[in-house]
């Protein structure tokens, strides 16, 4: 049985299924150290949760697995993730686990003084394996995106991984994020385990800066090199903008300027836009520029997930000629300000 109490015996088949642990988090009610923060705010964290949430306000249909304590926190996860009309359908409750929390401070994630506690050693999520996982409601969409944080929760995690990333006929296009964490490092063996997976998906989404700390690789056509095997290559170059490696053509699009309140998220919210353009058909150029948008919709707002700018919003935008798309300056409020003339610069 599921968490909705439904059986599992037929699955509808969805745009998207994201697999992978979400946890409540725990925001500070102001700046300075956990130790002196007095309050905390309730809020979700989960990278494929979040790309799931992202999709589903673009209109896709979307499904997310995982597994979460039979527990209050459980019970606010499930609600709102399904809040944002992902089908949570296929979520199991573990009688046993609990769900896994984290709290962290205010300040910017790349600085010395960021911290964050994370309690999700024994998870309900960290159960996760193949015997006890809904397969046929994880494979019963058009795409299935993973990270490699999963794999590295635990090995019935990575096991299960493996079973999803297997070729095997008719199964769903693969889209993979690296989303390298090296506080889940299980072994000295990790950066292999990303690349074996990495190499077995259809898409993969990987940080410049990341795949240098993690396997020593300088630059997009270096990262190419080492991951011939996926059709389409996405490397994520910060502030400069991303560049697809597509079957063989090589495509780069600069990133927007983005006046940034806080980066968390950014990376799910690129995933979720490039995604929805693939489902859409759209160009290799266009894809990406959806997925500068909906991270810059992320990067705008304080929290992990943001609403993204309506579709003929961001149509409009992406339809920019090269010289437009360079002017762009996007701040906060600014997928509400959706009668710009193209030739504008889109500050509110």
């Known amino acids: 049985m599921t968490a909705d109490g439904q059986s599992t015996a037929a699955r509808d088949v969805v745009d998207v299924v994201a697999l992978g642990e979400s946890m409540v988090t725990f925001l500070p009610g102001r700046p300075g150290r956990l130790a002196d923060v007095p309050s905390f705010d309730r809020a979700i964290g989960g990278a494929e949760s979040n790309v799931a949430c992202a999709l589903a306000a673009a209109g896709h249909s979307v499904r997310w697995v995982s597994r979460v304590g039979a527990d209050g926190f459980g019970d606010h996860l499930v609600e709102t993730i399904g809040g944002y009309g992902v089908d949570v359908s296929a979520v199991e409750r573990d009688p046993v686990r609990p769900t896994g929390i984290y709290f962290r401070t205010a300040g910017d994630r790349a600085t010395d003084a960021h911290e964050v506690a994370y309690y999700r050693a024994g998870s309900a999520a960290s159960a996760m394996a193949a015997t006890n996982v809904d397969l046929a409601a994880v494979r019963a969409g058009r795409v299935l995106h993973l990270s490699g944080i999963t794999p590295m929760l635990s090995d019935g995690c990575l096991g299960l991984v493996r079973e999803l990333t297997a070729l095997r006929a008719h199964r769903p296009l693969i889209s993979f994020d690296v989303n390298h964490r090296p506080a889940l490092g299980r072994s000295a063996d990790g950066p292999g385990v990303l690349l074996e997976l990495a190499r077995g998906a259809d898409l993969v989404f ?9 396997w ?5 056509d270096a990262v190419r090199a080492a991951f011939p095997d996926p059709e389409t290559l996405v490397v994520k170059q910060g502030g400069r903008g991303a560049t697809v490696f597509h079957k063989k053509h090589v495509t780069f699009v600069p990133a927007p300027h983005v006046d940034v309140v806080a980066e968390v998220g950014a990376g799910d919210a690129f995933a979720a836009g490039f995604l929805s353009a693939t489902l ?12 500068h948008l909906t991270a810059a919709a992320a990067l705008t707002v304080p929290g992990d997930l943001a609403a993204p700018p309506a579709r003929d919003h961001a149509d409009r935008l992406v339809a920019l000629d090269d010289t437009a798309w360079g002017r762009l300056r996007l701040g906060p409020g600014w997928t509400d300000a959706a009668d710009w003339a193209d030739e504008e610069v889109c500050t509110p």
């Open 280 to 291: 859409r058909g759209l160009p290799v150029r266009d894809r990406l520029r959806h997925g």
């Open 216 to 220: 020593g690789l300088v630059g997009a």
């Open 206 to 214: 990987v940080g410049e800066d990341e795949a240098a700390e993690v």
